[in-house]
């Protein structure tokens, strides 16, 4: 008897790449296959290729599709999910797989709607596809969530992934949540494990994310005499020839060429450089890993099915695996401590603020002691307002804290996507907000960030406070800050390393693990570091004023 026979797996994202891959290899093992998709088209190829691996194992495995499901649409995920249940299909495995590339490009470029679709397929269909899954998951079922190891965190190091802020942070909040799951489904006898493969040969990469990336780059840096909206624009046009024959490029050069009015030349030089640059994006990548190879499909699918084994998964329950396969050396982007400054630096300076909830206003001392130092203090109900000041020095928005409920997977989806903007839709666009307040027309011109200059904090949510926090409590607290950590560090890396400016967007992250009271007047003391130019030559970002280690 092969080892998943009578056993049902769902993956998400299963028409091609990755998500293919995995469900083939449980079908090769004798599962069940559950398999779905925004496509028709891919899902009834990978059907008919799954159909001849049960046949060929003589497994009387069964097929079942569900096309026109993305992930981030509510009524599609509930709605199959209602659909299993009718016909008392029982799931023993879910993968959460399911992802786009999201925009490539710098944060203060990328449209903000493309910024939220992103997070909404990455973060929110993990979650929803999670919680839905449980109505016909039973004792011993899995959950398992691929996610990627640029998110992940070291002692006093958060890694960025310039060009993909909000990819990034949806990585980073899925690992988080992956714990916080494993914490809440401990009584239904559901387990939660999250892997990070690595870099994995896919056409996502090849075709999409390496390329951009390098389209990006020559945006940002200039490309012979063409204006860096020309760039993009052309980029758009010839970057999907990338990997076809002569002919076809040489026609698809001349055609754009004609459409853009630019000599075949220029656009031919254009692809080359871009092809370059990608190819030298995956070399420096893999010169990381110490065998020196991306995983394949198949590899990383094996790690998925061994994951999925009963007793594996009762050890790896809660965890990230594996941890990291990428040397990855960053700038110590979290502080061990805040610098104690003796000079007010708040003297004169304006600081706009904008808070999530007026709840959050009223509770916080914050500005009150800022004005108390000379700070010059204006509250906005929203940034469309604040950016009506003038000669702003220093933006803050605050978050909020997490708001007390029982768990994650009991939240309903109203509930949910009210704290993903929360914590992650509104500090965005306040951030870019800011960002292009202090870089007027950089959005579409990389050259005026050149004598830029800009603060903008973000304060987010402080661990519980109490005398006996528990881990779970700590977790769901843990899933809105790994929404931030990613998300701050790209940014900031962005602001100042490819776009050479002298705008920097922090984070401050109150509070303490071991369950302390978060005191605005360290909040204050950070900020007032945070304005100096001691701060802005400094690569760290992230904050945790209360902590004492």
Known sequence: MLKFQNKTVLVTGSGTGIGQAII????????????????????????????????????NATVKIFDGVDVSDEKAVTGMFDTLKSENVNLDVVVN????????????HAPLDDFRSTVDIHLTGTFWTSVQALKVMKEGAKIITISTFFAEERPLEQRPYRFRSPYTASQGAKNRLVEAMSWELLEKGVMSIGTNPGPVHSDRIYKTVYPKAASEFLRVSGFEDLSPS?????????????????????????????????????????????????????????????????????????????????EQAKILNGKIIPGDRVFYPVKPHVASSVPKVEKNNFEGKVCVVTFDDEADRKNSSVMSRIESMGGVISISENMDDALNEHDIDLFIHVTGNVPNFSKLTELSRSEWDKLVDKFINTPAKVTQGAISYCAPGGSDDPRKFKDAKGRIVIIGPALPAGKKISGHERAKVEVFRGLLRPF???VNQELSDVLKSNVRVFLILPGTVDGKEPKDENIVNTINYLVSDEAGSSSEVIFCPDETR
């Open 24 to 59: 083939k290899k449980f079908v090769e093992n004798g599962a069940n296959a559950v398999i779905l998709g925004r496509r028709k088209e891919p899902l009834e190829e990978t059907a008919k290729m799954l159909g001849e691996v049960i046949k060929k194992k003589q497994s």
């Open 230 to 310: 020309e760039v993009e624009t052309a980029n758009n046009e010839i970057i999907g020839l990338l990997g076809e024959d002569d002919e076809t490029i040489k026609a698809g050069i001349k055609s754009a060429a004609e459409k853009l009015g630019k000599p075949e030349t220029t656009l031919t030089n254009l692809l080359d450089k871009v092809k370059t640059i990608a190819e030298k994006i995956q070399k420096n990548t893999s010169t990381m890993i110490p065998d020196q190879q991306f995983l394949s499909q198949e590899q990383v699918a094996t790690t998925v099915l061994t994951l999925a084994d009963d």
């Open 97 to 108: 797989n399911a992802g786009v590339s999201g925009p490539v490009t710098c944060f203060a």
């Open 488 to 490: 701050v560090t790209t």
